[in-house]
């Protein structure tokens, strides 16, 4: 099957190419001018460089493929940002899809779209209503919290220092999911497509881990006693009340309040499924995948087996 990969040198997009290499799949990749996808990847790979657009069809020049999958995502989640890359970036691939007659379009969303709050989440989920009524068949994979959003205390930990929580540690959970594992589903979906949309949550094998059992554990992996400091979540409204006067005259300090809400967002909800009908999350419900575990990351990091990933503008730590 040829497939266009489009954030193909992105934390997961990279995962996903080297799932598609693997099953000897033809690739097209899309990337971002001047980046380039992982040397260590053989097999039948187109690299295109397009600059992303807002007000030009930048998909007019690529090749016919059999299907499309996006793991596009913001790299602030600032609302300029999320509309520009979560929004209209996927509706030209759709567009791009529709055009070429496209048997599946496989979509990298977010579980945390059920509760939207944040811009990044209302324009996913704007790009999700355009998947629906499209004729092309598509996949949309809602996944919870990644490695890579929980090893920004790693150093900090292993230096000897407290590891922060807010409020008690208790109060959120989620499945984490590799990089590895996350890809591997995204490409056993791909070569069997619905009829219509489908939406599956999905997430890394249990139990649910809070950030207080996460602490606990990175401690027990770099040899160091678990200690905490517990902080409020409330501390980002406080800092957001503080700078919104001047979000009217910059669009940096803008920006900067969204982070907060971010921020916010992520200290206070789990990355687990929504149960609608009890109002509350279902760390039962929430489906697993996969044979990596946080522990075995965790240990891997310590031990220098894997680097440590780039984290991104989202890092709290």
Not at 91 to 104: G, M, N, T
Not at 128 to 140: N, Q
Not at 195 to 214: M, N
């Amino acid at each position: 099957m040829r497939v266009l990969l489009a954030g193909a040198t992105g934390y997961i997009g990279q995962a996903v190419l080297r799932e598609l290499a693997e099953h000897g799949h033809d690739i097209v990749a899309l990337v971002r001018p001047g980046r380039a996808v992982s040397d260590d990847v053989t097999g039948p790979i187109a690299v295109i460089e397009v600059e992303i657009t807002p007000h030009a069809d930048w998909t007019l020049d690529l090749p016919e493929t059999d299907a499309v999958i996006s793991c596009l995502a913001s790299r602030s989640g600032a609302p300029d940002d999320a509309r520009h890359v979560e929004f209209e970036a996927n509706r030209s691939l759709l567009e791009y899809a529709e055009r070429v007659d496209a048997q599946h379009f496989v979509l990298l969303s977010a579980i945390c779209v059920q509760i939207p709050r944040l811009a990044f989440q209302r324009e996913k989920l704007r790009f999700e209503a355009l998947l629906e009524a499209s004729k092309v068949p598509a996949t949309i994979v809602r996944a919870t919290a990644f490695f890579r959003s929980l090893v920004g205390q790693f150093e900090r930990v292993r230096a000897g220092k407290p590891f922060l929580l807010f409020s008690s540690g208790n109060t959120t959970a989620c499945k984490p999911i590799s990089d590895r594992d996350l890809a591997a589903f995204i490409v056993q979906k791909l070569t069997a497509p619905p009829e219509g949309t489908q939406v599956l949550p999905i997430g890394g094998p249990g139990p649910a881990l809070t950030p207080q059992e996460q602490g606990r554990l990175l401690c027990e992996t770099v040899g160091q006693p678990f200690q905490t400091t517990s902080l409020p979540p409330e501390m980002f409204d406080w800092i957001r009340w503080l700078i919104s006067p001047l979000a009217l005259f910059s669009r940096r300090i803008r920006d900067r309040v969204e982070f907060l809400r971010i921020a916010k967002f992520y200290a206070t909800e789990s990355m687990l499924c929504w149960d609608e009908a009890l109002q509350r999350y279902d760390a039962q419900g929430t489906p697993e995948f996969g044979e990596d575990t946080l522990a075995g990351f965790y240990a891997k990091l310590h031990a220098g087996e894997v680097s440590m990933p780039e984290r991104g503008e989202h890092s709290l730590f």
